[in-house]
């Protein structure tokens, strides 16, 4: 993609996810510039999108260890920040705008879900891993494998994570995750962008506290989301 088709697309996206905010001449949405890097690479705010690879990352850090958790990154002062293992630099609309570059949409046949719901949820499949720097080396690990520790039941290669893309809060109001800060949720929240599958947790609150691995509360990491191809 050329460079000076970068500002349309940018443009174009940030029309089809706030248009009925336009017509209701609501303020301009938390979406930060999105910035052609060449290569089918792009920036949106402080996320890296690089579509040729599928992937997308942003950094954050290490927000709660120890604790009962029920999501797995949230926007910096979400409302359930006290419940994520991670912060990410990013808003729920440049999360949601990041997955719409790798061409997610939400599954048509997804059923409207409740909170703690125990019915599995549909949609494209994406894999998430948590990466930091450890001595000096570069140390990669996979979200379930961040959320549980060794000696929990739900082993981390059985948690499928899929893309439900959150709803507005209301028909001509804003993006869910942009008020709530969820961004990648466990116990099935309608408002995260992401969702495991299967909820961890679910009715055995506290058994969800991160993993030891972890670096201390407050250190960097970045958070990557890959998309695999769709199988034809």
């Keep these: 993609?050329?460079?000076?088709?970068?500002?349309?697309?940018?443009?174009?996206?940030?029309?089809?996810?706030?248009?009925?905010?336009?017509?209701?001449?609501?303020?301009?949405?938390?979406?930060?510039?999105?910035?052609?890097?060449g290569q089918d690479r792009f920036q949106i705010g402080r996320i890296v999108v690089d579509?040729?690879?599928?992937?997308?990352?942003?950094?954050?850090?290490?927000?709660?260890?120890?604790?009962?958790?029920?999501?797995?990154?949230?926007s910096p002062g979400g409302m359930k920040g006290y419940e994520t293992l991670l912060e990410v630099d990013a808003t729920g609309s440049e999360f949601n705008l990041a997955c719409i570059l790798l061409g997610l949409e939400r599954d048509p046949n997804q059923v409207q879900f409740q909170q703690f719901s125990r019915v599995p949820l549909v949609g494209r499949r994406i894999a998430i891993y948590v990466a930091w720097s450890e001595g000096g080396k570069r140390r990669q690990i996979s979200a379930a494998d961040a959320l549980l520790n060794p000696d929990t039941v739900v082993k981390p290669e059985s948690v499928e994570w899929v893309y439900t893309g959150a709803p507005l809060s209301r028909p001509d109001g804003p993006f869910a995750a942009d008020l709530t800060g969820t961004l990648i949720g466990f116990v099935h929240d309608a408002n995260s962008v992401m969702e495991a599958a299967v909820g961890l947790g679910i009715g055995a609150y506290g058994s969800v506290r991160g993993n030891a691995t972890l670096p201390p509360e407050g250190s960097a990491i970045e958070l990557i989301i890959e998309v695999a191809p769709v199988k034809k």
């Excluded at 500002?7 to 052609?36: H, R, S, T």
């Excluded at 850090?61 to 949230?74: D, I, N, Q």
Aim: a positive charge; one cysteine or more; aromatic letters at 4%.
């Design 51 to 74: 579509k040729r690879a599928g992937t997308f990352i942003i950094p954050g850090r290490v927000h709660v260890l120890g604790k009962p958790l029920e999501y797995l990154a949230t």
């Design 1 to 37: 993609m050329s460079l000076r088709r970068g500002p349309l697309l940018a443009l174009g996206l940030a029309a089809a996810i706030w248009g009925p905010l336009a017509c209701a001449q609501a303020p301009a949405p938390p979406l930060g510039e999105l910035k052609p890097l």
